[in-house]
């Protein structure tokens, strides 16, 4: 499967983003989605991910409340829906997949095959 993650830009405190993932191949459903993000600097973290088929959610204690990850299974897409965005969101955020139909939580990067190149999301005070 091939990911492209879109959507990224700059913005203000309190403001809004809406990022999407769009996946190629056959049997999307089938794959446990996952958002990550990477400050400068840091290590890639988990933000969100939504399980394959069941569609159950986990966030990041981080962004619970404010994110939102949800999945489009007929256009094979995912999203992630930022609300209230803060300057310590401003991140490459990376889309990632994983062929596996657990439900619970994949929150590291290594239960991820497959990962988009990624998209800048910048908050300014």
């Known amino acids: 499967v091939q990911l492209q993650a879109s959507g990224g830009g700059t913005v203000q405190a309190g403001d809004s983003l809406r990022l999407s993932c769009a996946a190629s191949?056959?049997?999307?459903?089938?794959?446990?989605m996952g958002w990550f993000r990477q400050a400068l600097g840091k290590e890639r973290d988990f933000v969100a991910s939504?399980?394959?088929?069941?569609?159950?959610?986990g966030y990041a204690d981080s962004v619970k409340g404010r994110f939102t990850i949800s999945r489009d299974h007929a256009k094979n897409i995912v999203y992630l829906q930022m609300n209230s965005l803060k300057p310590e969101d401003t991140a490459v955020y990376f889309c990632?997949?994983?062929?596996?139909?657990?439900?619970?939580?994949?929150?590291?990067?290594?239960?991820?095959?497959?990962w988009g190149q990624g998209t800048q999301v910048t908050v300014s005070q």
């Open positions: 990632a997949a994983s062929p596996s139909a657990y439900s619970g939580s994949y929150s590291n990067t290594g239960d991820y095959d497959y």
């Open positions: 191949g056959r049997s999307f459903s089938n794959y446990y």
């Open positions: 939504i399980s394959s088929i069941t569609d159950i959610r």
